[in-house]
């Protein structure tokens, strides 16, 4: 049996630019004791599965330094304030692939990690996409944009080409649309 947690405190432990660290000491519904927890919060985010017209995914290779790998994802990034993720989304794909898209949709969310994150991951579904712009990007980015059947996603999930926790999230809506 679980209750609430009601906050006691909350105060700001560390701002680390991308995302600041909150410490919170709450107390339990039902022991009524008191522990503290930390907690990562930052920007929503968003990602964009966008489909050409003869069903490639337009997808982005590059390097991630957490794991410093490169990664194989679909177009993404942290939403601008209250941004409508629709919005925000054809942005983000915008300025890393060059491409725009005919319609775009919200097909789902989830939440990264809600143990110690605050944040919500979006999902847009970007169809009848075709390259029109340069890429837009920031001066720390460098990505390839890369092509790929839709027919194949499944397989490269399998595979662990695509290994991004978040774009495999995204990527389930969009094959179970």
Not at 138 to 143: G, K, T
Request: with cysteine; net charge negative; aromatic share 8%.
């Amino acid at each position: 049996m679980t209750g609430d947690w009601k906050e006691i405190k909350s105060e700001l432990h560390a701002d680390c630019k991308i995302f600041r660290i909150h410490k919170s000491t709450r107390e339990s519904e039902l022991s009524g004791k008191q522990f503290d927890f930390y907690t990562l919060v930052g920007t929503n985010w968003v990602n964009v599965i966008p489909v050409t017209e003869d069903g490639q995914v337009v997808m982005v290779r590059q390097y991630r330094h957490g794991i410093r790998e490169m990664t194989l994802e679909i177009p993404g990034g942290a939403l601008h304030d209250q941004e409508d993720p629709v919005i925000g989304g054809l942005r983000e794909m915008e300025e890393e692939t060059g491409y725009v898209c005919r319609e775009a949709k919200l097909i789902g969310k989830s939440f990264p990690n809600p143990a110690i994150q605050s944040n919500t991951c979006f999902y847009v579904l970007a169809t009848g996409c075709r390259p029109e712009k340069p890429q837009n990007l920031d001066q720390a980015e460098e990505v390839d944009v890369v092509l790929v059947p839709a027919a194949r996603i499944p397989e490269l999930i399998r595979n662990g080409e695509i290994s991004h926790a978040l774009v495999i999230n995204a990527l389930y809506y969009y094959l179970n649309q």
